[in-house]
Nanobody, 123 residues
Framework: QVQLVESGGGLVQAGGSLRLSCAAP????????MGWFRQAPGKEREFVAA????????YYADSVKGRFTISRDNAKNTVYLQMNSLQPEDTAAYYC????????????????WGQGTQVTVSS
C-alpha cells in the first residue's frame, strides 16, 4: 500500500500561483508514474499532469499546458505541481495518484490515490 498525502491547496486570485506537493511517507515511488488529477463539483475527475517513472517524461492536459509544471524529487519521495496563471476554471479538488504502469494518464490506470487538496481561484 502506498499512502499519498497532498498539501499546498488554498484560495488564490486569478492570475496567481500555487504549488501542490504530494508526499509518500516512508515509501519510494521512483518506480511509479506519478499523476495529478482534479475534480470540480458536478464534474468527472480529469487528468491534469503526469510524470513517468522510466525517463521522467511529463504529460499535460491541454487545458493546463504552459501554465502547470509537474516535477518529482525521488530522494524526498515527493511530487510537485506548480500552477501558474491560475483561472477560476482551475477551481477543483486536486488529487495525487501513483500508477505502476509507465506513462499512465487515465484515472483507472492509477493504483493509489491521495485524499485531495482544494484549490479555489477567485475572479
Amino acid at each position: 500500500q502506498v499512502q499519498l498525502v497532498e498539501s499546498g491547496g488554498g484560495l488564490v486570485q486569478a492570475g496567481g500561483s500555487l504549488r501542490l506537493s504530494c508526499a509518500a511517507p516512508g515509501r519510494t515511488f521512483s518506480s511509479y508514474t506519478m499523476g495529478w488529477f482534479r475534480q470540480a463539483p458536478g464534474k468527472e475527475r480529469e487528468f491534469v499532469a503526469a510524470s513517468s517513472w522510466s525517463d521522467y517524461s511529463t504529460y499535460y492536459a491541454d487545458s493546463v499546458k504552459g501554465r502547470f509544471t509537474i516535477s518529482r524529487d525521488n530522494a524526498k519521495n515527493t511530487v510537485y505541481l506548480q500552477m501558474n496563471s491560475l483561472q477560476p476554471e482551475d477551481t477543483a479538488a486536486y488529487y495525487c495518484a501513483a500508477a505502476r504502469r509507465n506513462g499512465a494518464y487515465k484515472a483507472y490506470e492509477y493504483n493509489y490515490w491521495g485524499q485531495g487538496t482544494q484549490v479555489t481561484v477567485s475572479s
